[in-house]
């Protein structure tokens, strides 16, 4: 047979050219020379390393840079796109990200693009929201287990419990839940237009009362921004639960004149405690629109980064916590799982149109986003946990 010189199967080998001698690859097997930081890699990549310079050392970039090109060579091949959480590492929000913001914002971009495939830069409940609004695409997700303390705290099965003890009291459900509980839900929220959800189907059912689930301290936060009565569930995200009021005030003393934001899913003493609170996205406008000089964003460790990346010239002040979950995505995985199609999402149909009409019902509903923002001043109310 002797030697022959072979480019990789079915368009994928992109790289150098492979030497075979009878019947044996002179390297390995699997394309690895895709991810050696070669002149090409190089040259197709020297221009993007100025986004992460802050977060990337320069010494680290060669291992960085094959994995960046040969996904973004991936993408075009297969006519696939990544959306980007706000909580991604700024490798994977600046470098490879198509589409960058929180949940509902990219399930909702998923469904304007023509590709063919969706790569979920989040967690599990996004690549299912993802699915549940763009049942034509296929949808993966890096790591399956990449999953949320607050979507693993109730199920379907809760739901149908809960609405046999409440009869006639709507439920509306955060985004941040699985399909299954979506399905048996009235209508979903977002943290941006929770209190707007709220007021818009009690007003629907004609009730003054409303299941809020299942962020505990989500439901208390909006419960002080409205006139409506609110049941919360007790499921907590373990990375805004951990900040106190505590906190709050020995940043302040720290770092006097610092401008504190924070997440609705914080507690809300924080929430009482801090300048600002909203969703992901207000907190980002709000740096955008203001420039504060010093700032404190209560959330998750990367939102920072990436809000900094976009505000060169604020001062972020970085107390923040890790996501576990949103942290198991990778350049590695997602490398691995758009190369080899592993990890596919699938919502069962009669789910899947169920979890459809919550979502598209919350979507429907009209709402100023600067009321989806919490007053710090107004007192907490009671509310029944469950
Ligand atoms: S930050 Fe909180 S809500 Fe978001 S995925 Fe992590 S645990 Fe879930």
Not at 61 to 79: E, F, G, M, R, S
Not at 156 to 163: P, Q, R, S, V, W
Not at 243 to 268: I, K, N, T
Request: charged share 25%.
């Amino acid at each position: 047979m002797g030697k022959e010189l072979i480019n990789w199967e079915n368009g994928r080998w992109i790289g150098q050219t492979l030497e075979v001698e009878n019947g044996v690859c002179a390297v390995p097997s699997t394309p690895e020379g895709e991810l050696e930081y070669t002149d090409a890699v190089k040259a197709a990549t020297d221009h993007l390393y100025k986004d992460v310079a802050d977060f990337i050392p320069e010494f680290e970039w060669p291992a960085y840079a094959p994995l960046v090109h040969a996904i973004n060579t991936l993408k075009k091949q297969k006519n696939a796109v990544i959306l980007a959480h706000n909580y991604m590492t700024p490798d994977i929000f600046g470098l490879i990200g198509d589409y960058t913001g929180d949940s509902l914002g990219l399930a909702i971009e998923a469904t304007k693009t023509d590709a063919e495939i969706i790569i979920q830069g989040g967690v599990h409940f996004m690549a299912e929201t993802s699915k549940i609004l763009c049942p034509n695409k296929r949808v993966f997700i890096p790591s399956m287990r990449a999953g949320c303390s607050l979507a693993s705290s109730i199920t379907g099965e809760d739901i149908k419990l809960i609405k046999q003890r409440y009869p006639g009291i709507p439920v509306v459900t955060y985004v941040n839940t699985s399909a299954d509980v979506k399905a048996e839900s009235d209508i979903c929220c977002t943290s941006s237009n929770a209190v707007a959800i709220v007021e818009h189907i009690c007003a629907e059912w004609g009730v003054n009362k409303v299941i809020m689930l299942p962020d505990e301290f989500l439901a208390k936060n909006v419960a002080k921004q409205t006139n409506i009565e609110v049941i919360a569930w007790h499921g907590r995200c373990e990375v805004h639960a951990r900040f106190s009021a505590q906190d709050v005030r020995d940043m302040r003393e720290a770092h006097p004149g610092v401008v504190v934001l924070a997440h609705p899913e914080c507690p809300p003493e924080v929430v009482a405690e801090s300048d600002f609170t909203g969703s992901t996205k207000a907190m980002s406008d709000y740096v955008s629109d203001n420039s504060p000089k010093n700032v404190i964003l209560l959330t998750e460790c990367s939102m920072s980064d990436n809000v900094a990346m976009e505000n060169p010239d604020v001062d972020f002040v970085r107390p923040c916590n890790l996501c576990p979950h949103m942290k198991r995505i990778t350049l590695e995985n997602i490398y691995e799982c758009l190369k080899d199609e592993t990890n596919e999402v699938l919502v069962p149909e009669d789910q899947r149109v169920r979890a459809y009409k919550a979502v598209m019902d919350m979507i429907n509903v009209k709402f100023d986003p600067v009321k989806g923002h919490f007053d710090p001043s107004l007192p907490q109310v009671g509310v029944k946990v469950i």
